[in-house]
C-alpha cells in the first residue's frame, strides 16, 4: 500500500500564497505520475498540477503562471507553489501518485481564499 500525506492548505486572503506539501510513503517502486488535483463544491475533481512518467511537467490552464509544482529530494515528495490565489482556486487539493495502474490519492487539505 501507499500512503499520501498532504499539508499545508489553509484560509488566505486574495493575492496571497500557501505552499502544499504531499509525501508518500509505503511500498513504492516506481512512480508514473505525481501531483496535485483539486475539487470545488459540487464540481468534478480537477488537475492542478502534476509530474508525468514522461519527464512533463502539466498545468491547468487556470493556474499558469500563478502555481508552480516541484519535487523534494526525495522523489516521493512534491511541494505546490500557490501564489496570487483567487477566490475561485478554493477547493480541497488532493495529492495524487500513480504507480502502474494503481492511483493513490490523499486526505485531502482545504485552501479557501476569501477577504
Known amino acids: 500500500q501507499v500512503q499520501l500525506v498532504e499539508s499545508g492548505g489553509g484560509l488566505v486572503q486574495p493575492g496571497g500564497s500557501l505552499r502544499l506539501s504531499c509525501a508518500a510513503s509505503?511500498?513504492?517502486?516506481?512512480?508514473?505520475?505525481m501531483g496535485w488535483y483539486r475539487q470545488a463544491p459540487e464540481k468534478q475533481r480537477e488537475l492542478v498540477a502534476a509530474?508525468?512518467?514522461?519527464?512533463?511537467?502539466n498545468y491547468a490552464e487556470s493556474v499558469k503562471g500563478r502555481f508552480t509544482i516541484s519535487r523534494g529530494n526525495a522523489k516521493n515528495t512534491v511541494y505546490l507553489q500557490m501564489n496570487s490565489l483567487k477566490p475561485e482556486d478554493t477547493a480541497v487539493y488532493y495529492c495524487?501518485?500513480?504507480?502502474?495502474?494503481?492511483?493513490?490519492w490523499g486526505q485531502g487539505t482545504q485552501v479557501t481564499v476569501s477577504s
Open positions: 495524487h501518485l500513480r504507480q502502474v495502474r494503481d492511483d493513490y
Open positions: 509505503g511500498k513504492i517502486f516506481i512512480i508514473n505520475d
Open positions: 509530474f508525468t512518467s514522461g519527464g512533463t511537467t
